[in-house]
């Protein structure tokens, strides 16, 4: 009833069946573990759950069905330039905490990620890569004395660094 | 900011150092990592905690400890076996990895490590609530056995100290009870003590304190002597003398290294936590709760694993607990 | 008795208090970084120290790490603790306002009344409490747990068929793992990374922190609204107002932080559960920015370091994962924790109340002071603040386990949150499934098993347990209070 005031975005009837799709494999893990079988089988949770889900979906795909859909597409509600590129940033700096350690891939992330999204500020150019690079440096060695230093975490340190750094650099 | 400029110039130089890292200074030059394979707070947790600053003192370097927790301590076996064989990692572990492959966890258990030293031991305490009627294990197993079914025993899940302690029993002749999974110990101690669970095998460390309190009856200790912190409770070969066959055996701590790592680095280990675990503060304190310090390594260590492993997992095969056949992974039937 | 004001009186301990209440706050307020964790560091630290100085630090560290876990929940959306959950509801729809200062203010103020009720429950009640807290059996838990997850009513937003699904989700999501009760994989894929199952905190950092970071991205270009910091200190008049509330709050606080099992987190969202259907005419409706939905929560969860406290010093049980690292603590300076450690050594109880105490007291100080420059942080611009939220998130996960596979969990729940809240879903149901979930499943089956797999022999022993039936016809009414009656009645006139 309330879902009358809303207007359908771009991709949510797809993402209703997405939802759908998850629920029937939570069902399945449960029926592995024998969630039809016992009351108390490792599977009854994971089952019951999975029941709720593929019911809600359900529910939730037809109300999907009777909203009028906004005019604008996918790109320009949902994914944006800004927050498209942003994930896509994200993506590749966590696939490089490993490889390269926390320290390298932090640092560029950071300044790569303040850079753009503050592009077309009030700043100039060569003043807007000064400050980004300033504050990512801050805050990596930030990072590094309060998790490193203080609570002893052992961040990423990067294999690729480990052939090519002397002993007594890595943990 | 330091750090940093150091890190990069490092990077610059990186080309020409590349050749020359293999031979490093003596062992241990740099502070060393201790995975704990357990929680904060727990016995192996609080027993490494407890060894480590005597070993450091030995060893001359710092060994930061981090707990990396999960699927019985596979979680943390495993990310130690993914770094390097320098001497640099130590496992901080107990008796699970010997049951990995007998219960599918994991394919990577102690044959990928070599022990550098078991620090104690703990001894099963079979306790009971405090209104039941039994004094002593005999009447709990008759009890059991004319009443199948409803006694309630708390567990700790398959392949831990009360599932094997009880199926260990039963091979003397069988019983059938209710084994409830609690999440360890505590827990399963509280659910005795409201009366949610009838009877359970706790570590002695950890139920010493709560039978000296008359909070909980203890009926026996899983040993062939009585033990110094229980006074006045007898050991469970007084009423079940083929039980010494399976003994010792109990929850045990140690610490392992990869297999493969020098041989200069295994020796400086070994050394220094042999001292550690010998310093007085350190049995003091095991022994004052319960444990019996170990402080073993090498062929003693390797022998004592073995037979714990072999009695354990045929133990489990034949209570028909067991997912893979111990005989399939070439466990040895214990003699 | 006289070693109650042995923290007070020794400049030492005054000052180690002093110094664990400030680093817990900030411990707190960093995500990622636990209480649990920084404990079991300090032990490792303190180790040839006299106990009473370790202890004093850890009781500071607890009581400044509850509470700082609103700070970031408060400020970002990101709740630096488990515990602090429940105060991202409606503490940071307060700070979109451009109330962060009062909502700071306010959270201190109560968070202290919360944790003395604490401290007063532990010194007059401790034994009482600790044998009520045995009396739960798994059955108990249960209907606590399945309370708890009636919250998905009242959390739902725009659709109740939405908040199921997400909280049914949640429950799907706190099973991967190894089963604790029989070791079997579940949702593992066969991969031994999977098997430590993905922490709540992970989640909790992604759907709530990430996903919210990413929809600012969507504001990019709006500034940042004034955050109004005339008035830190909440009024008397405020805080006899909801006096009443917060003394209910702080109840259902330490009792669930007595419960071995259950903590600050689970305490904190029953309080606002309570909150949500006692108060008739909150200052905005929940959700939106109520100071009642602010101050549930803040008061119970710091009155439940008091209550977890009680199974610790009375029976030798831990209350909570805190307090099994002091439990360590004490073993390791050679006490014998267990039930003797009352009889045998009283002033240890004594001046464990006291710390406690003092440490509430040096809470209001230093939580009072500084809540300018932090409300000020939110008027950092986006582009500046999104990516430095991003980094601390990535950071914060890591550190919970040392392990990368949660970070690519918390980065695939942000998106995936974000998904959720652009087509209309709420994520909070996602995080209370993850928090009660796994305690559904275990005492189900705890119940389940303990009667050998006869459910009419499960209904009789609760009908003959009076906790039980209680508990049961309490959840009775919570569920006949959710029903819109008056709707009904209309819908049926009609």
Redesign the interface.
Same mark, same amino acid.
Not at chain 3, 36 to 41: E, L, V, W
Not at chain 3, 336 to 341: A, I, N, R
Not at chain 3, 381 to 384: F, G
């Given at each position: 009833m309330h879902d009358q005031r809303r207007r359908r975005e771009p991709g949510e009837t797809l993402f209703g069946f997405v939802l759908l799709l998850m629920s029937l494999a939570v069902m399945a893990e449960g029926h592995r573990l024998r969630g039809f079988e016992e009351v108390s089988a490792p599977g009854i949770t994971p089952l019951a759950a999975g029941v709720v889900m593929a019911i809600s979906a359900l529910v939730i795909i037809l109300r999907t069905r009777t909203l009028v859909p906004t005019e604008a597409g996918f790109a320009t509600r949902i994914a944006p330039r800004d927050i498209a590129l942003s994930v896509l940033m994200i993506a590749i700096y966590m696939a490089l905490l490993e490889p390269i350690g926390f320290h390298i891939a932090t640092f560029a992330f950071l300044s790569a990620l303040i850079l753009y999204l503050r592009r077309g500020g009030p700043a100039s150019p060569l003043r807007g890569l000064g400050f980004a690079l300033l504050l990512a440096l801050v805050s990596v060695v930030a990072v590094h004395v309060v998790f490193r230093m203080v609570f002893t975490v052992v961040l990423p340190q990067g294999w690729m660094l480990r052939s090519i750094l002397p002993p007594g650099w890595l943990l | 900011m330091m750090h940093r400029r150091m890190l990069l110039g490092g990077l610059a130089a990186a080309p020409l150092l590349g050749a020359t890292t293999a031979r490093a200074q003596a062992f241990p030059s740099r502070d060393l990592l201790g995975v704990i394979q357990w929680g904060a707070g727990g016995a192996t947790d609080v027993t490494g905690r407890a060894v480590t600053p005597h070993v450091e003192a030995a060893l001359g370097q710092k060994i930061v400890l981090q707990n990396r927790t999960g699927g019985t301590g596979a979680i943390g076996l495993t990310y130690v076996h993914g770094l390097p064989s320098d001497g640099y990692t130590l496992l901080y572990g107990a008796e699970n990895p010997l049951l990995y492959k007998v219960l599918n966890i994991s394919q990577l258990d102690y044959t990928n490590f070599t022990p550098i030293c078991l620090l104690a031991r703990s001894v099963p305490v079979i306790v009971a609530n405090k209104d039941k009627p039994w004094n002593t294990l005999k009447e709990l197993v008759d009890d059991m056995k004319r009443n199948p079914g409803r006694i309630r025993m708390a567990s700790t899940g398959p392949g831990g100290q009360a599932h094997v302690v009880s199926t260990m029993i039963a091979s003397t002749g069988a019983f059938r009870h209710i084994s409830v999974p609690f999440d360890g110990e505590g827990p399963g101690l509280t659910a005795l003590q409201g009366g949610h669970a009838d009877w359970m095998t706790v570590g002695s460390g950890a139920v010493a304190e709560h039978v000296r309190a008359g909070r909980v009856k203890a009926l026996a200790v899983f040993n062939e002597t009585p033990l110094p912190s229980l006074p006045g409770v007898p050991p469970a070969t007084a009423d079940f003398p083929e039980l010494a066959r399976l003994m010792p055996w109990g929850s045990f701590y140690g610490v392992w290294a990869k297999k493969d790592i020098p041989d200069e680095a295994r020796e400086k280990l070994v050394a220094a936590f042999r001292t550690g675990t010998a310093n007085p503060q350190f049995t003091q304190l095991m022994t004052g709760n319960g444990n019996v310090v170990m402080n073993t390594s090498g062929a003693e260590a390797e022998a004592f694993l073995a037979r714990w492993q072999s009695v354990t997992a045929w133990i489990l095969q034949e209570a028909g607990a067991a997912r893979t056949d111990p005989a399939t992974l070439n466990i040895p039937r214990p003699s | 008795m006289g070693f109650f004001l042995l923290s007070w009186l020794d400049p030492s301990l005054l000052m180690l208090t002093a110094a664990g209440t400030l680093a817990g706050i900030y411990i707190g307020a960093?995500p990622g970084?636990s209480v $649990?964790?920084?404990? @079991?560091?300090l032990?490792?630290f303190t180790? &040839?120290w006299e106990v009473n100085a370790a202890l004093a630090l850890i009781a500071g560290v607890f009581t400044g790490g509850v509470y700082g876990g609103s700070r970031s929940a408060i400020l970002l959306n990101i709740p630096g603790a488990p515990a602090a959950i429940a105060s991202a509801l409606d503490g940071y729809p307060l700070a979109r306002r451009g109330e962060a200062g009062v909502a700071i203010g306010l959270s201190t103020v109560m968070s202290v009344l919360g944790g003395f009720i604490g401290v007063i429950a532990l010194a007059v009640a401790a034994p009482v409490i600790s044998e009520f807290a045995?009396?739960?059996? /798994?059955r108990d838990y249960l209907l606590l747990a399945v309370m708890g997850l009636l919250l998905v009513g009242t959390l739902s937003g725009?659709?109740l &068929?939405?908040g199921?699904?997400a #909280? &049914? !989700?949640g429950?799907?999501l706190g099973?991967v793992? %190894?089963?604790?009760? $029989?070791?079997?994989g579940?949702?593992t894929l066969g991969t031994?990374?999977l098997? &430590?199952?993905i922490p709540y905190v992970a989640a909790m950092i992604g759907f709530f922190g990430v996903s919210e970071a990413?929809v600012q991205?969507?504001n990019?270009r709006v500034k940042p609204v004034k955050q109004d910091v005339s008035r830190i200190i909440p009024p008397w008049r405020l805080i006899r107002k909801y006096l009443p509330l917060s003394l209910r709050s702080s109840l259902i606080g330490v009792v669930i932080g007595a419960l +071995?099992?259950t903590g600050g987190d689970i305490a904190a969202l029953m309080a606002y559960d309570q909150a949500k259907r006692t108060v008739k005419n909150p200052s905005r409706p929940f959700g939106e920015g109520a100071y009642e939905g602010l101050i549930a929560p803040e008061s119970a969860n710091n009155a439940a370091v008091g209550g977890a406290y009680v +199974?610790m010093l009375t029976? #030798?049980?831990?209350g909570d994962?805190v307090t099994?690292?002091? %439990?360590?603590a004490l073993?390791?300076h050679?006490l014998? +924790?267990?039930? =003797?450690?009352m009889?045998e050594t009283p002033h240890l109880f004594w001046f464990t109340v006291g710390n406690l105490a003092l440490a509430n007291i040096f809470l209001l100080v230093f939580g009072l002071t500084g809540i300018r420059a932090f409300a000020k942080l939110v008027e950092c /611009?986006? @582009?500046?603040l999104? +990516?430095?939220i !991003?980094?601390l998130s990535?950071?914060g996960t *890591?550190?919970i386990?040392? @392990?990368?596979v949660d970070? *690519?969990f918390m980065?695939g729940f942000g998106?995936f949150g974000?998904?959720l809240k =652009? *087509?209309?879903f709420q994520v909070g149901p996602v995080i209370l499934?993850m928090i009660l979930?796994p305690m559904?499943?275990?005492s189900?089956?705890?119940a389940?098993?303990?009667v050998?797999?006869d459910?009419g022999f499960l209904v009789e022993e609760a009908v003959a347990s009076p906790l039980t039936m209680v508990l049961m016809a309490f959840m009775a009414f919570l569920l006949l209070s959710q029903v819109k009656w008056r709707a009904l009645g209309r819908r049926l006139r009609s």
């Open positions: - | - | 960093i970084l $649990t964790m920084a404990a @079991s560091i032990i490792s180790f &040839a045995l009396l739960f059996a /798994p725009e659709s &068929a939405k199921l699904f #909280g &049914a !989700l429950i799907a099973m793992g %190894l089963d604790p009760m $029989t070791a079997e579940r949702f031994v990374q098997m &430590a199952g990413l991205l969507h990019l +071995p099992g +199974p029976l #030798g049980i831990p994962a099994a690292v002091i %439990l360590g073993f390791i050679g014998k +924790p267990g039930p =003797m450690l009889i /611009p986006p @582009s500046v999104i +990516p430095l !991003l980094v990535v950071v *890591y550190s386990q040392n @392990s990368v970070v *690519y980065l998106i974000y998904l =652009m *087509y209309g499934g979930g559904i499943d275990v189900w089956r705890r389940v098993i303990s050998g797999d459910l």
